[in-house]
């Protein structure tokens, strides 16, 4: 072994790691001398053309269904501070709608499942350590539950010897992507608890994907079929292009991602050729993760993606560090059996930008009682881009829209360029361009 892995595992392990961080941190660092082992070069795979469809599933009976709930558990990805839209605590918090939350939504939703069905269906959610305090304050009284991801060193990009900044010896560490979330069930003990408990299966989702609410036929069906992991899909559009794709290479379905594209290769953002893109949204038998974590603590093995960054990230000036990630959704190219899914695209809303927020945030989406956010748009709804110089930033984009958001229901595309303040009212139709400085009077109706 390299001195430099050495040097990180030794400085992981000096800050409590668990043996099964320490046996995923080591792979990771294997796979950092062979960078090219996770590449998938696109004349090498196959697209798929046999995915089944959600629609095509079965409705359980509300005994069956019953009896499959009652071995499930919910768990929210929620390790993310939104700093990309300026927010200095956990983005699940941001309002969503009037009042309400992405983290009082998700609530709302498992307890409407708790209550029709009369089962537990614990709630967790996979913390960072910021997020965890704020987070869990708000679902006081929901008995939701949750565990910390993981945290390794980050690597000086010259030398890939763990980075030192005394500045903020915090900034030393990084999470390793949510492809931590296995190695982080079972370090936390969460794991062994759940199926200690009698609960099964787990579905997975991003906390701001609030369309990924739980569907009984898929879960009676990943116990019917017994299927160890299931992954959601959606048709690929030209948005998704950037998005983690499905192939078949070597027989095995696999997940591509941007960086395991060779360099040179342009076949990444054919959508018509790939077809089905990653949700995030996953379905994991618990028992056969353990399965596999028995046989390797380090399992299940996921291609590595390497992150560029500076230690700082705020300071461009400060040291350059790479950080060794993976992603939860390739599990799929290494567990046999493992299945994706054809769901449609309301299972996949979720909110990267303030662009995103703005149409969730409008008329173009309802909130039920039961906490699903209704599409009230016909077609593929509404595409917003915002202009990232005064919209980016939460603050400043409050502040373009003192009065609420305008009416999408009937938009196509808003693309704003320029400093543009809406008032009270605004409805937008059709395909609308505006340019600023402008003020849209309270009231108007802009038609393409």
Known sequence: MEAYARATLSKAEKDGAHPAELAALRRRLDQVEAPRAGLLPGDELEPLTDVPGLDDLPEPSVERAR?????????????????????????????????????????????????????????????????????????????????????????????LFPVEWPADPTLEWCPPGHGDLYTALTASGTLDKLLDAGVRWCFVSNADNLGAT??????????????????????????????????????RVVLRETAQVPDGDDSFSDVERWRYYNTNNLWIDLRALRRLQEADPADPEL???????????????????????????????????????????TRFAPVKTTDDLLVVRSDAYELTADGHMRPSFDGSGPVVTLDPAHFRLMPAFDQHFPAGPPSLREATHLT???????????????DVHLTGPLTVPDGETLRG
């Open 67 to 159: 009896e499959v709930l009652d071995q499930l558990a919910v768990v929210k990805l929620n390790g993310g501070l939104g700093t990309s839209m300026g927010l200095s605590g956990p983005k699940s918090l941001l309002e969503v709608k009037p009042g309400r939350s992405f983290l009082g939504i998700i609530a709302t939703q498992v307890l409407a499942v708790r209550k029709r069905y009369g089962v537990r269906l614990p709630l967790l959610l996979m913390n960072s350590a910021t997020t965890r305090g704020p987070s869990m304050a708000a679902l006081e009284g929901t008995g939701a539950e949750d565990f910390l991801q993981g945290r390794e060193p980050k690597l000086r990009a010259d030398t």
């Open 214 to 251: 739980l569907d009984v036929r898929l879960a009676a069906w990943m116990a019917a079929e017994q299927v160890p992991f299931a992954m959601e899909v959606v048709r690929g559009t030209p948005a998704d292009r950037k998005g983690g794709h499905l192939a078949r290479y070597r027989g």
């Open 303 to 345: 291609p590595l993606i390497v992150n560029r960054k500076t230690v700082d990230p705020k300071d461009p000036s400060s040291t350059p560090v790479i950080q060794l990630e993976t992603a939860m959704g390739a599990a799929i190219g290494s567990i046999d059996g493992a299945r994706p899914v054809l769901v449609p695209r």
């Open 416 to 430: 704003v360029d320029g400093d543009v303040t809406f008032g009270a009212d605004v409805t937008i139709e059709g």
